[in-house]
């Protein structure tokens, strides 16, 4: 079985629950209602708190500087317990914020499997982010912000309260995203705007070329077609029903959000 190792510079309360393996580094601190899963490894200066309850998955790394559970920075936050939930395998890198939840959302934060947050980035209060996503340096999620597997958020870029970034979208770096981005869909600019489909990140995920065409057709059936865009996404319901990927695209586009879409430049100036 493998050894925990606590480094005797590191602080740890009572309260503090570790799997086996952990490895804490020097000048660590670890306060409050923490459980930290199997072979989790803090590097120096990490400080990890749980006012109500932080859980961070087995095998998860966090780097010099990370600051993870501390109370929201919503100044509407009252002591609530709410919790963070990190999962599995994530790097956490350096100077990374992650807050939990608040009573004013869903009480709790969610960071999944396999993520890459780099130096710098910012989860706030009530976010849900998926499996498998990339925040690059200096990326900020404001609260209530749902992000979906495999997304990918460029450098400097920053996801406005309420938007959802849909599966496998590409958000270019420095953008500044007020809307909803579709899932597959590639968004820049200082106010975020539809750039297309994803197709890199399409390709890289292995999608058959099939699976390609249909999204491409969807996506200009949604976009560039004539009619109300109710119009529109019957037509494409009736076109492609049975097509995994595009009702998974024509789902995100009929559910409930607070949100706008961002749309194409030319849309835009319409």
């Known amino acids: 079985m493998a050894k925990t190792l606590i ?8 309260t503090v629950e570790l799997g086996v393996g952990v490895e804490i580094g020097p000048y660590c601190v670890v306060t409050g209602n923490v ?3 199997d072979h989790v490894k803090l590097h120096s200066h990490v400080v990890v708190a749980g006012p109500a309850q932080t859980t961070i998955g087995a095998h998860t790394t966090l780097f010099p500087f990370a600051s993870i559970g501390h109370i929201s920075q919503d100044l509407k936050y009252e002591g609530e317990p709410s919790t963070l939930e990190i999962g599995a395998h994530t790097n956490i890198r350096e100077y990374v914020t992650i807050q939990p939840g608040t009573k004013g959302g869903i009480m709790k934060t969610v960071v999944g499997d396999h993520c890459h947050i780099m130096i710098n980035a910012h989860i706030a209060h009530d976010c849900v982010v ?7 340096n200096c990326a900020t999620l404001a609260g209530h912000v749902v992000v979906e597997d495999e997304a990918i958020i460029g450098g400097l870029a920053a996801i406005h309260q309420f938007v959802r970034i849909g599966r496998g979208a590409m958000i270019g770096g420095m953008s500044g995203v007020e809307r ?6 590639s968004v820049k600019g200082e106010r975020a705007f539809l750039n297309g489909l994803n197709i890199i990140g399409l390709k890289r995920r292995g999608f058959e070329r099939e699976d390609v065409r249909v999204l491409k057709d969807v996506y200009e059936g949604l976009f560039h077609a004539p009619g109300t865009l109710s119009q529109r996404v019957q037509e494409m319901q009736d076109k492609y029903g049975g097509h995994p990927r595009a009702q998974e695209l024509l789902a995100f586009v009929c ?6 879409f961002c749309l194409p430049r030319e849309k835009e100036e319409q």
């Not at 005797?8 to 309360?13: E, F, N, S």
């Not at 909803?180 to 869909?185: A, E, K, T, Y």
């Not at 559910?255 to 706008?260: G, N, Q, V």
């Open 130 to 136: 998926g499996n498998h996503v990339i925040m690059s």
């Open 7 to 14: 480094h005797p510079t590191a602080v740890l309360d009572k």
């Open 180 to 185: 909803d981005v579709i899932p597959f869909g």
């Open 35 to 37: 459980d930290l899963g």
């Open 255 to 260: 559910a409930e959000s607070s949100r706008s």
